[in-house]
């Protein structure tokens, strides 16, 4: 912990001009390379037989980079996560009444996928230490009629895949066989998890390129990895216009956005390195804080810390961490992301497709949780600022009573 006396010192400094926001809007760095990067692919393209696309050098090497470095067969880029959900639902052809378990502690994408595609959304607890989709849970959940297990890699630690893998072969679907499991990991993109990195493991697992991602292909984007032949080749159709074999539209990536990502994809690990350090100093800075429970990295994963997931006590839940949030940012001009309350809170077309279901827990850890300022590039005094000024604002609560 920072003692008092070190934190007058640093925040008698004074607060940042421009606020920090809570979940950055550029999630890694861009630089010279990128740059020259982009010059040249246009360059290249205005030759009117060369032109920009479609599926060219540029995509082929960027989707062959990314699968190696998941360690996956095939991967498929696409112009966002939020496609490559679609597109996962799209492979299952869901029918009415078929069932998907998706962490209610959450972005709303994966559900918005399920729900889009006719399938029944089933909103399933999480682990309130990693905030992961409770394998237990799962369990308690499945039914007949489960097609997919569907976790989030939430805030860019790895879910336990294989425990979803175990429960689905004891619990196979009469006519689908064993559901399938598949990851949203656009946080994720370069966490680890038993010795494999994330996007190895399951039926597919989709990543986003966005801005605020851990590496982004300028500003949208996304990848999907697969060990299947019959899944890459699917995803490839729908993505081109059915591709012969069927429905499809257009859902690819730019040549420019693929030919930045190979130089992302090159810088994603010292990104995610920087990430960690900020990571670990915080873990220090922010040591018996009796309040604040710290995010955990469990022994057989790689946390990509894409955000510093913090806890407040049960008795803090609601009012007291929103106090928290509001001194921080009015007091010291530092935003804290409530990333994520349960998708049926903001969710309207959601809560009503989902009304009877309960998730008590994630009620509850909706109301405590809540996640500073993470980049790669905060400096140690940054760093020491926001843990300084987080300390201030919960003994300020804590004395409010
Ligand atoms: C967990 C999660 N899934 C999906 C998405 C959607 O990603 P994209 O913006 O690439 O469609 C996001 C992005 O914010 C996300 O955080």
């Known amino acids: 912990m920072i003692e008092k006396e070190r934190r007058k010192e640093i925040l008698s400094q004074g607060k940042p001009e421009v606020a920090w926001p809570g979940e950055p809007l550029l999630g890694g760095y861009y630089g010279e390379e990128e740059i020259d990067t982009v010059v040249r692919t246009i360059r290249e393209s205005m030759d009117w037989k060369v032109g920009f696309g479609f599926i060219c050098k540029e995509i082929e090497e960027f989707e062959k980079a990314f699968a190696d470095y998941c360690g996956a067969a095939d991967s498929v880029s696409i ?5 490559g959900l679609d597109m ?9 009444g078929d069932e998907v378990i998706v962490p209610a502690i959450n972005f709303k994408a994966s559900a918005m996928s399920v729900f889009g595609q006719g399938g029944q959304v089933v909103w399933g607890e999480v682990d309130p230490k990693t905030f ?3 394998p237990s849970d799962v369990e308690r959940k499945l039914t007949p009629r489960t097609r997919a297990i569907y976790p989030t890699h939430m805030n860019g630690l790895s879910a336990p895949i294989d425990d979803y893998l175990e429960i689905a072969e004891k619990h196979p679907h009469p006519k689908h066989g064993p559901p399938k499991v598949i990851g949203d990991a ?14 190895k493991k399951g039926m597919m697992t989709v990543f986003s390129f966005h801005t605020q991602k851990n590496m982004t292909t300028l500003g949208e984007g996304g990848g999907i990895t697969t060990d299947d032949p019959e899944v890459a080749k699917k995803c490839r159709a729908l993505r081109q216009f059915g ?3 069927g429905w499809g539209t257009n859902y690819k990536m730019t040549k420019v956005q693929a030919a930045v990502g190979l130089v992302q994809l090159k810088k994603l690990d010292e990104m995610l390195e920087g990430r960690r350090r900020v990571a670990h100093e915080r873990n220090e800075f922010l040591a018996d804080v009796p309040e604040l429970e710290l995010p955990i990295e469990p022994e057989d994963c790689w946390h990509t810390y894409y955000l510093y997931t913090i806890l407040v006590p049960k008795n803090w839940a609601g009012e007291k961490r929103d106090r928290v949030v509001q001194i921080m940012s009015e007091e010291y001009n530092i935003r804290l992301c409530i990333a994520n309350p349960p998708v049926y809170d903001s969710v309207p077309v959601l809560r009503e497709h989902t009304a009877g279901q309960q998730c008590p827990l994630s009620d509850e850890l909706g109301k405590r949780i ?9 400096t140690t005094e940054e760093n020491e600022y926001l843990c300084a000024a987080l300390i201030e604002a919960v003994e300020r609560v804590r004395e409010e009573g």
Do not use: S, V, W
């Open 79 to 83: 112009n966002g996560a939020g496609t």
């Open 186 to 199: 656009a946080r994720a993109c370069g966490g680890g998890y038993k010795g494999t990195k994330i996007g």
């Open 243 to 245: 591709g012969g074999i």
């Open 370 to 378: 809540f996640c500073p300022t993470m980049h790669p590039t905060l």
């Open 88 to 96: 996962a639902m799209m492979c299952l052809d869901l029918e009415p």
């Open 132 to 134: 992961q989709l409770d």
